[in-house]
Every structure is written in structure tokens, then in C-alpha cells.
């Protein structure tokens, strides 16, 4: 009896740690959406968001370059990654069980875990050194090599989700492989991708450790992708560990504006996959 | 002629979507490639040397790395140690115990976590963080400062502020894994053991002994992304390279060295010094990956032979 009531208190115990650790994690999540809330609403103004960086000593002045900037590099990211992670997905997908393709996945598993300041350091030794110059196309660089198996895992997972019957109807009327794939299996998809290219933006675009050496910062307005060029990340970086109480202040507006953006990029991303479930339950 | 038009075409798409496939397959290669091509100079300089001296003295052109490796390593494992009870309990809660209505905010929310930014987390490290761990620091009893783990000065920054943000950003990782692997435990597992009349923990406790090979494997991986993890750290361990067991103490890591002196570096012996220093982190990370996913697979793979075998039971059952 004693012991069954034992059994009964450890179950009881334990049930309940586990709902504590769920809050324990909850309180961090709280605090810095909090805090990133409350010190950088107060700085983030429309001068924040569309004066340049003020000279070393003076008040004000905002991120405008920096947010252009951040635009451009993780733009320039996507240009490079999107097609390589779709077009090497969908060779995972058609051809899955080749050789090739388990060495493809295994090789976008491995790049996916690579730590993102040795993309970097990769980076500034095929697109900075053989030019001696810092540039946003090196940024870019780094920032797509970082999408690319993001982009091509999840191209190849919708692919497979497509009913095989859509595939082989196209064959069936007399199409090619390729016109099958590109007509039918990847337009049934392509919501799907373009979300997981959504999902990969929001990741890249928070992205600092790669682009401390390859876009490198600048304090001027620039839109040159042969130049350095300034980002939200880096800037709000370079801010945060100057000992100045004015940058600090818009380093927390730049982390809110940061913060913003990646938000609505997974919420986006969030209710299309459900809008998506939705539909392809009700069919 | 329709044939042949056919398999030209087929050969051209394969061909093609192929060479896009084989480029991911060089670009990872290319990366080993070029880290061990860049770093050189230091690699025939120290040799083994550098990973076994303690002094990293730019100016006098004395490149030590142990502390960074040390750094890098005790603190991703402090990581594991706070972050792996609590990911596990958010696993369980979620796929075991919540109502179903809850489970969508909550997964939501630890992905959230995720989501964030790693300068966020540096920023709120270094005015929010830092400060609780300074004031925990300075209300530190004499007697326990006596302790190693605990001497050293109350700054703030140093290895538990590290340790504290890195539990923080690993928990989402390893907890979305083991709530992927406790998913694919059979229910019949689960009910096996209640029907023997067992409690919800010890129903529990046999899922979690059936995916255990699985729960490795994420607990790894969370282990792999702190290794690597670089901007929260960088802007909260102190940037003080020594080899240290007080978590009061500021250190440094590989990641962090690389960021703080990467364009500091003039010389070419410091540049390729860094360079090898993220060729290693790559292969650590490499490595600590590859045997995590062997975990999460081994257990993926054991789920499938069981389910197929399923059906000829039940037929024999309403036969």
C-alpha cells in the first residue's frame, strides 16, 4: 500500500516538474521579448528608421543604411540559394535512393550544422581575399550558402508529399520527366517551398557571425554590392559594445526592429502552412 | 523518334538538377578545403604545438589555442547540463501530458525561442543577464566562494552568463528532437504499460526508454549547435582566455576569438592562426552532428520493421 502510494506521489511529482520546466523555458522567452519591447519602443522612432548614423559624440541619428543594407545582403543571399536549394531538392526527391541524392542530403544535414562564423570564415576566403576588399556580394555569399540547405531540404519534402497519382496522370498523357516535374509536381508545391524560403529569410536575415568579416560595416549610405556595406545585426553589434548610452539605446531599437522582422516572417509562414493544411484536408 | 526525344530529355534533366546536387556535395567539401588551405602558415608553424601551449599572444606572435578549446567545451556542456532536464520536460509535457489544445501555442512558442535572433540574445545578455548574474555573484556566501567553481571576482560576465544564454538557445533544438522522437514511439508502448497497471510516469518512463537511443541523439545535436554558437557568447564570456574551472571567471571561446580578432588580424600568421582555429570547430561540429543524426536515424529505422510486420498480427487476430 505504502508503496503504491509512493508510485502514485513520484508520477504525481514528476508531471508536474515537467510542466515547470515548460514554464522555466517560457521565462526567458518573456523577458527578452519584454525588454525588447520596452527599452526599444521608447528609441524606435521614424528618425530611427530613416536618418543615417549620427557622427561619434552625437545624439540621434538612426539605421536607415543598416536596414537597406540588410535588405540587399540577405536579398543577394536568396538570389544565390534559391535556385541551387530547389533544382538540387528536386533532384533529392526524383532520384531519391541514388547514391547521389542520400550524398546530397547528407551533405545539406552537415552545411546545415556547420556553425555559421565558419561559413563566415569560408566566406572571406573565396569572395573577400581574392578581391582584398570587404563587400555586401560576400555577405551574400555567406548568408546563401547558409539557406541553401534549408531551402533544398524542404523543397525535397513537400515534393514527396505530392500525390504520386498528379505525377504519373502527366507521364500518363505522354509528358517528359522534366515537363511532369516542372508543370505539375513543383506548382502543386510551390506554396509550400515559397513558405520554407520565408521560414529560411527570417533565419538569415538575424544572421551576424557571417557577415562580421565578409560584409563588414560601413557608415555611409550604400547600395554598391562591390563595397562593404552596413547591417541591422552588425550595427546593432558594433552599438551594443560601445560604451555609449545614446548607441546602446539604438542598438535595443535596432534588436526590436530585428526581432520584428523575423516575427512576421515566421507568422507568415506559420498561417500559410495552416491555411495549406486546411485546404488539402477538406479535398 | 518519340522515344529517343524522351530519353534525351530525361538524360538533360537528370543531368542537370544532378550537377546542382553534385554543387552542394563540393560546396561542403570546398569548405574543409579551403579552412586547412588558408590556415597553413600556422598549421606548419606550431604543428600539434597549438593545441597543447596556453599562451595566445598576438603581438609577440605566440598562437596558443587550448584555452579556446577549453572554453568552447565546458562551456557547451554546462549548456547540455541545465538546458537537457528542462528540454526534456518540455518534450514530455507536450507530447505526453498537455491537452491537445495546448500543444499548438506551446510548440509555437519554444520555436519562438528559436526564432530569436543570436545578437538578441547577446544584447539582452550584456545589459539584462549579466547584471542578475553580477548581483547573484556578489550575494555569493564567503564559504562557497572557498570552492573553485565559485572563485573569482563578481563581474558579471564570465563562464555562467555564457553558460545560462547558451541552456537558453539549445532547449528549443534538442526539445523540438525529442518531441519528434517520442512521437514515433508505438501507443501501443504506451498502453502496454498502463494496462500492467502502471502510473503515468512509469508510462512514461518506458516511452522514454523505448526512444532512448533517439534522445541522445537530440540532446547531441543541441550540443552541436552550442558548440558553434558565437555572437551571445562572444558579447558575454569576458573574452579572457584561460583554462578554468570557476564559472565566475571570464573566458573565451573558438567561435568568440574568431569574431572579436578576424579583422583585427594584420599578420598572415595571426589570420591563419584564427583560420585553423575554425577549421577544428568545424570538424568538432561535424563530427558531434554526424553521431547525433546516426542516433536519430537508428531509431527511425527500428520504428519501421515494426509497423510493417503490424498489419499480418491483426489479420490473424480477426481471422
Redesign the interface.
Known amino acids: 500500500m505504502i508503496r503504491d502510494r509512493y508510485r502514485r506521489l513520484l508520477s504525481h511529482v514528476i508531471v508536474g516538474l515537467c510542466g515547470l520546466s515548460v514554464l522555466v523555458a517560457l521565462v526567458p522567452l518573456a523577458l527578452i521579448l519584454f525588454y525588447v519591447l520596452s527599452q526599444g519602443v521608447s528609441s524606435l522612432n521614424w528618425a530611427f528608421l530613416t536618418r543615417m548614423p549620427a557622427p561619434v559624440g552625437e545624439p540621434g541619428g538612426g539605421m536607415a543604411n543598416a536596414i537597406v543594407g540588410s535588405l540587399i545582403v540577405s536579398g543577394l543571399g536568396a538570389i544565390f540559394a534559391i535556385p541551387i536549394g530547389i533544382i538540387s531538392g528536386i533532384y533529392a526527391a526524383e532520384y531519391a535512393g541514388t547514391r547521389l541524392a542520400n550524398a546530397v542530403r547528407f551533405a545539406a544535414d552537415t552545411l546545415n550544422g556547420v556553425p555559421s562564423i565558419v561559413i563566415g570564415v569560408f566566406a572571406y576566403g573565396i569572395a573577400v581575399l581574392p578581391f582584398r576588399q570587404f563587400s555586401a556580394l560576400a555577405g551574400g555569399v555567406a548568408l546563401g550558402i547558409m539557406m541553401v540547405p534549408l531551402i533544398m531540404r524542404t523543397t525535397e519534402e513537400l515534393l514527396r508529399l505530392v500525390p504520386t497519382s498528379l505525377k504519373e496522370g502527366a507521364l500518363a498523357l505522354g509528358a517528359t520527366r522534366a515537363r511532369a516535374v516542372f508543370t505539375v509536381v513543383l506548382p502543386a508545391a510551390l506554396p509550400g517551398i515559397l513558405t520554407g524560403i520565408l521560414l529560411a529569410l527570417a533565419r538569415i536575415a538575424g544572421e551576424t557571425a557571417p557577415l562580421l568579416f565578409t560584409a563588414f560595416n560601413n557608415r555611409y549610405f550604400s547600395t554598391d554590392i562591390r563595397q562593404p556595406i552596413s547591417t541591422l545585426t552588425v550595427q546593432v553589434y558594433t552599438y551594443a559594445i560601445a560604451p555609449n548610452e545614446d548607441w546602446h539605446r539604438q542598438a535595443w531599437a535596432g534588436a526590436l526592429t530585428l526581432v520584428a522582422i523575423v516575427l512576421t516572417c515566421s507568422l507568415l509562414a506559420r498561417i500559410a502552412t495552416a491555411r495549406m493544411e486546411k485546404l488539402q484536408r477538406g479535398s | 523518334m518519340l522515344l529517343s526525344?524522351?530519353r534525351t530529355?530525361?538524360f538533360?534533366?537528370?543531368g542537370?538538377?544532378?550537377a546542382?546536387?553534385?554543387?552542394?556535395?563540393i560546396?561542403?567539401v570546398?569548405?574543409g578545403v579551403?579552412?586547412v588551405?588558408?590556415s597553413r602558415l600556422s598549421i606548419q608553424e606550431f604543428g600539434w604545438q597549438f593545441w597543447q601551449t596556453d599562451t595566445w599572444n598576438p603581438v609577440a606572435g605566440q598562437f596558443g589555442a587550448r584555452p579556446f578549446i577549453w572554453g568552447t567545451l565546458y562551456s557547451s556542456l554546462l549548456a547540455l547540463l541545465i538546458s537537457t532536464?528542462?528540454?526534456?520536460?518540455?518534450a514530455?509535457?507536450?507530447s505526453e501530458?498537455c491537452p491537445a489544445w495546448m500543444r499548438w501555442p506551446?510548440v509555437?512558442?519554444?520555436?519562438?525561442?528559436a526564432?530569436?535572433?543570436?545578437?538578441?540574445?547577446?544584447?539582452?545578455g550584456?545589459?539584462?543577464l549579466v547584471p542578475f548574474v553580477r548581483s547573484l555573484e556578489v550575494a555569493t556566501p564567503e564559504w562557497m566562494r572557498a570552492i573553485p567553481l565559485f572563485s573569482g571576482p563578481p563581474l558579471g560576465v564570465g563562464m555562467l552568463a555564457a553558460a545560462l544564454i547558451l541552456s537558453?538557445m539549445v532547449?528549443p533544438f534538442s526539445?523540438s528532437v525529442a518531441r519528434e522522437v517520442l512521437k514515433a514511439v508505438p501507443q501501443a508502448q504506451r498502453e502496454g504499460a498502463y494496462a500492467l497497471g502502471a502510473?503515468?510516469?512509469?508510462a512514461?518512463r518506458m516511452a522514454l526508454f523505448y526512444a532512448r537511443t533517439g534522445i541522445v541523439g537530440a540532446v547531441m545535436l543541441g550540443f552541436?549547435r552550442a558548440?558553434?554558437?558565437?555572437?551571445a557568447v562572444t558579447?558575454v564570456i569576458g573574452n579572457s582566455p584561460q583554462i578554468n574551472w570557476s564559472l565566475y571567471k571570464p573566458q573565451y571561446t573558438m567561435?568568440a576569438v574568431?569574431?572579436n580578432e578576424?579583422?583585427e588580424a594584420t599578420d598572415d600568421l595571426h589570420l591563419h592562426a584564427?583560420?585553423e582555429i575554425?577549421m577544428v570547430?568545424?570538424i568538432i561540429?561535424?563530427i558531434?552532428?554526424?553521431i547525433s543524426?546516426m542516433f536519430i536515424w537508428s531509431m527511425a529505422r527500428q520504428r519501421k520493421p515494426r509497423a510493417a510486420a503490424a498489419p499480418p498480427v491483426a489479420a490473424k487476430a480477426t481471422a
Open positions: 526525344k524522351a530529355d530525361e538533360f534533366f537528370r542537370i538538377t544532378g546542382f546536387a553534385l554543387l552542394v556535395i560546396g561542403v570546398a569548405i579551403e579552412l588551405r588558408e532536464p528542462i528540454a526534456l520536460g518540455i514530455i509535457f507536450i501530458l506551446l509555437f512558442l519554444t520555436e519562438l525561442l526564432a530569436i535572433p543570436s545578437i538578441v540574445y547577446g544584447l539582452w550584456i545589459f539584462v537558453i532547449i526539445s502510473t503515468r510516469w512509469e512514461i552541436g558548440l558553434g554558437e558565437t555572437m558579447m567561435a574568431i569574431a578576424f579583422t584564427l583560420i575554425g570547430l568545424f561540429t561535424l558531434v552532428n554526424m543524426r
